[in-house]
Each structure stands twice: as structure tokens, then as C-alpha cells.
């Protein structure tokens, strides 16, 4: 079975696949390389991550898990009450729970910029702004080979700044996870 099909075989029916996803879970599946900073397809094969943060398995209708950062944060599908479907974080510690972006696609974006932590982050700099605050070499967590992919592939650009997809301001994944408390 292929990462693409572990991925959804467990999403419930209420998340809509979108059709970019095959094709892009099957070119990092087909790399050497992440495809920028530290994110990486994951599926949630027992479907278990979400009733593990929450300790509700009733939650589960509202999310599809596909992939995990570095430090082990969920990165999901999520239906909000108007069931909208975004993408969002649930921190690893559960301290940070973030809208990354409101469709797939530019949520792929903003992976491609290169930023390596999205933990409470403001997403107000240049990839090389980031690294060189890091200490990090400027092209740090930067694939030219899938940014170039990317735009070819789907005819999008990639971001300066991850504030030009990520809006800050946009509490409504923070504030429905504080309700379920």
C-alpha cells in the first residue's frame, strides 16, 4: 500500500481529499529529501492521535491526520463549526494550536519556504531572516529541487513570509479547542 493510501484509509468521510494531495504525498514518498523544513507525511494508522490528545474519541468526525512535524505536533484536516475544512497544528505539548492554512495546497506552500519549527511562530520573516536568527546556514531547510517542482507542477509561487498564507489573527481553531476543555 502506498503512503498516500495509508494516509486517508483512515480519514472519516466527513474530510474532502483534495485532489493535490496524491500527487504530492507521491513525490515526497519518491524523495531522498523533505520537501522544506521538518515536516513529514504520517498516517495515523490507528486513527488514535486525536482521541489521544483530547481524550475524546467523539472529536475524531473532525479531523484527518496526515502528518507530523519534528517535534511530534499533529498536522491535520480539520472541520470547524461551520465545517470549513483547514489545516491546522495541534502542538506537541499542547500549547500551541494554530490555522497553518486554509487549504491544502497552501499549506504545501508553506512547508516549501523552508521554516523548520511552526511552534507559536509569527511567520513575519524571509526563510534566511528565520535561519540567520537560528544560527543556521541561509538556505537552511530550503529544497530548491521540490520548490521548483512545486511551481511547475501546480503553478503556484512560493511565499517571501509564511504571513503571507498563515493568518495570525485567526483564532478559531485555538479558540474551538479551548471549548472542548
Known amino acids: 500500500m502506498s503512503l498516500y ?17 496524491k500527487t504530492i504525498v507521491e513525490w515526497y514518498e519518491n524523495s531522498d529529501e523533505l520537501m522544506g523544513g521538518l515536516f513529514e507525511f504520517y498516517p495515523d494508522e490507528e486513527q488514535s492521535t486525536i482521541q489521544n490528545w483530547f481524550g475524546k474519541e467523539t472529536l475524531s468526525e473532525r479531523f484527518g491526520v496526515f502528518g507530523i512535524m519534528l517535534d511530534g505536533a499533529p498536522v491535520a484536516f480539520w472541520l470547524d463549526e461551520q465545517n470549513v475544512q483547514k489545516i491546522i497544528m495541534l502542538g506537541s505539548e499542547g500549547d500551541c494550536q494554530v490555522v497553518l492554512a486554509d487549504n491544502f495546497l497552501d499549506f504545501i506552500r508553506l512547508i516549501a519556504i523552508g521554516y523548520d519549527d511552526f511552534y507559536c511562530f509569527e511567520f513575519d520573516q524571509t526563510i534566511i531572516e528565520y535561519n540567520q536568527e537560528n544560527e543556521d546556514s541561509d538556505d537552511e531547510g530550503v529544497n530548491k529541487e521540490f520548490q521548483q517542482w512545486l511551481q511547475n507542477t501546480f503553478q503556484v509561487t512560493i511565499p517571501e513570509k509564511g504571513n503571507e498564507i498563515v493568518n495570525i489573527e485567526d483564532y478559531s481553531f485555538s479558540g474551538w479547542v479551548e471549548k472542548q476543555f
Not at 493510501?5 to 494531495?21: R, V
Open 5 to 21: 493510501q495509508e494516509i486517508i484509509k483512515n480519514f472519516p468521510s466527513t474530510i474532502i481529499i483534495p485532489s493535490e494531495m
